[in-house]
């Protein structure tokens, strides 16, 4: 795959429900696939809740998005939160070698001979480990979570320490919604703002009002988009180059 450094760009949305002011952000969600930004979506539910159709909009969003979905307890929204990363990580870099198959033998893995596919999904994962993966988190935090934003809190950074472990770089905003002072959305976070301050921004967030998912997630592709031209070199592989 080259010798340049390979960027993997998600947006993960974390909610308990549906939108509710903003606009529509399955079509947002459309806009940052589109831009080869992938965005994830991750329903937080009760652990008495009989069923999950207040949070149908987290598949519409995850779909238009070129992502996946997941649904969770709060307890267990650490664990959700790394695992829907971390496979996009690999499924992103098996879609890239699929295409890059398809090109040059007009097979996929799932066409080649055991021996072969085991080969290449070994050196997938160890590749994985190595990606550059630039995430930004899209929280919730209207009314409705102010009994989830302690654990909130605890799983980004919890996120944040598994990227420590990796050996490719990771960068990680966090963007919330509703803002401040009638905003729809407020940047607790940027890509280059120093990690050491951000659990200390964590413990200012108070859950309050709306649901405005649109406005946030929007402002989290221009987030994306402002970071990538900043940083953009000729050493750089974007797989979405490989993708097509």
Known sequence: MENKEAIIKQIIVVTDG????????VLVAKE?????????TIGIIAQNQKEEKPLEEIIHIAEAGGGMHEYTYI?????????VTYKTVNRTLQETVNKQLKEMIGQDLNDLPPESRSKILHYIDSFADEVTLQCCIVMDTSGSMANKIMMARHSILDLIDSFKTR??????????????????????HDFHDAEEDLEKKLCLIQPKGVTPTAPALR?????MEDNHSKFHTEGVLQLEETMG
């Open 219 to 223: 402002y989290a592709i221009e987030l």
């Open 167 to 188: 050996k490719g770089k990771g960068n990680i905003a966090l963007v919330t919604y509703p803002g401040d002072g009638g905003k729809d959305y407020r940047v607790v």
């Open 75 to 83: 307890d267990e929204l650490y664990q959700t939160m790394q695992s």
């Open 32 to 40: 940052a696939f589109k831009k080869n930004i992938i965005v994830n």
């Open 18 to 25: 549906q939108s509710n002011a903003g606009g529509n952000p």
